[in-house]
């Protein structure tokens, strides 16, 4: 399932251009700033560390079943409000139905049914995070590193993963980098996919971030030596902080990035996203500037704004219209434009050819996001 997950990924970043990240969590808040404290550590400015993140996976299935197996060879406890059950490594699935607003939980075949309010599963052993696998029944099987929780949210199973923080980055990474994108364009994305989640910006109510577009895309852990988990690991700790002049003080920046920009990214205000935090610059990309991505659709009443794009396709299809026209809809409906995604903050392609240019993920950084600064988290 692994290897299948991957080429998914790389497949539909190269149909639809849904790396087109984090505006969407901007948008649903109505305003894009830094999270709301820093502090002092080794004379340096520096965010305020956080040890795990709660992230809502799977969610896009609107699942009322799902199959949870252990991974990792010390098995797996699992509860069901108060009473747990450990699980070896070879255990069949443990089936978790809704039913009305409680869980209904099935160890084995055989077995009685479980009812509870929440099902938890973890090691038990806290300096060793669980490695199971979590089942969407004959659509998706994806492998995770963290505690889990799952239970009832409306007519639905709402299931929540709490992992590493760098664990989720290394995990961003494999999912939001374009294929062959070399280690300093995957450093540079590991800094702002860091930055994104301890900006801590996405206004969920029960967890922190969800696996989707409207925060950041996130699959199985890389496995250990790979490219992402080498830029996770090199970056470890590392985040983008801006200068916030109207209180200060400086903040962890939510980073914003796309596929392709078109040759120029966007401000927030040409998005027609209002703001009163970092206002992202217009910065020349020299890649996207000569190789620009090219689209055309048909698509009466077209958006003028990436809010309105974004309402747009979720109406008609997530790549129903790529990226904000560069003008209005002819007579024959049709329209055009330039790059894939909102266009704002740091650039995929743009990133990957500096890369190979020699530029370093630094460099890179500072060319997509003018007038932040490289900080280390402070130590625990």
């Given at each position: 399932m692994r290897s299948g997950d991957k080429d998914w990924r790389a497949s539909s970043w190269r149909r639809s251009g849904i790396a087109s990240v984090t505006i969407?969590?901007?948008?649903?808040?109505?305003w894009i700033a830094g999270a709301r404290k820093s502090v002092q550590a080794v004379g340096i400015a520096a965010s305020e560390p956080e040890a795990d993140v709660r992230i809502g996976v799977l969610g896009l299935f609107h699942s009322q079943e799902l199959r949870l197996y252990p991974a990792?060879?010390?098995?797996?406890?699992?509860?069901?409000?108060?009473?747990?059950?450990?699980?070896?490594?070879?255990?069949?699935?443990?089936?978790?139905?809704?039913?009305?607003?409680?869980?209904?939980?099935?160890?084995?075949?055989?077995?009685?049914?479980?009812s509870g309010?929440?099902?938890r599963a973890s090691t038990g052993i806290s300096a060793?995070?669980?490695?199971?696998?979590?089942?969407?029944?004959?659509?998706?099987?994806?492998?995770?590193?963290?505690?889990?929780?799952?239970?009832?949210?409306?007519?639905?199973?709402?299931?929540?993963?709490?992992?590493?923080?760098?664990?989720?980055?290394?995990?961003?990474?494999?999912?939001?980098?374009?294929?062959?994108?070399?280690?300093?364009?995957?450093?540079?994305?590991?800094?702002?996919?860091r930055s994104f989640l301890v900006a801590r910006q996405a206004g969920h109510a029960d967890f922190d971030f969800c696996d989707t577009t409207h925060c950041q895309f996130l699959r199985s852990p890389?496995?250990?030596?790979?490219?992402?988990?080498?830029?996770?690991?090199?970056?470890?700790?590392?985040?983008?902080?801006?200068?916030?002049?109207?209180?200060?003080?400086?903040?962890?920046?939510?980073?914003?990035?796309?596929?392709?920009?078109?040759?120029?990214t966007r401000t927030l205000r040409e998005a027609g996203?209002?703001?009163?935090?970092?206002?992202?610059?217009?910065?020349r990309c020299d890649y996207c500037s000569r190789h620009p991505e090219m689209w055309q659709r048909e698509a009466k009443g077209a958006p003028r704004t990436e809010q309105e794009r974004l309402a747009f396709?979720?109406?008609?299809g997530w790549g129903a219209v790529p990226g904000l026209p560069a003008s209005a809809a002819g007579s024959d409906g049709q329209i055009q434009g330039r790059g894939v995604g909102h266009?704002?903050?740091?650039?995929?392609?743009?990133?990957?050819?500096?890369?190979?240019?020699?530029?370093?993920?630094?460099?890179i950084l500072a060319h997509y996001y003018p007038n932040t600064k490289l900080t280390p988290l402070a130590a625990p």
């Open positions: 969407a969590a901007a948008l649903t808040m109505g990792g060879k010390e098995g797996l406890e699992v509860a069901v409000d108060h009473r747990s059950r450990r699980l070896a490594r070879d255990t069949p699935a443990v089936v978790i139905h809704l039913r009305g607003n409680q869980l209904a939980v099935q160890f084995r075949a055989d077995s009685e049914v479980a309010a929440i099902l060793n995070p669980a490695g199971f696998w979590l089942e969407v029944p004959g659509k998706l099987k994806r492998r995770y590193a963290g505690t889990l929780e799952i239970h009832a949210h409306g007519a639905q199973l709402e299931a929540v993963v709490t992992m590493p923080l760098e664990t989720a980055v290394a995990s961003v990474v494999a999912a939001e980098s374009p294929p062959r994108a070399g280690l300093e364009a995957l450093k540079a994305q590991a800094v702002a996919a890389p496995e250990p030596g790979s490219e992402p988990d080498k830029a996770a690991r090199a970056t470890r700790g590392l985040i983008l902080e801006w200068h916030d002049d109207a209180v200060g003080m400086d903040r962890p920046l939510a980073a914003m990035y796309a596929r392709s920009c078109g040759g120029r996203v209002r703001s009163d935090g970092y206002p992202y610059y217009a910065v396709n979720r109406i008609h266009g704002i903050g740091l650039c995929q392609l743009g990133a990957a050819e500096m890369a190979r240019q020699g530029a370093t993920f630094a460099q």
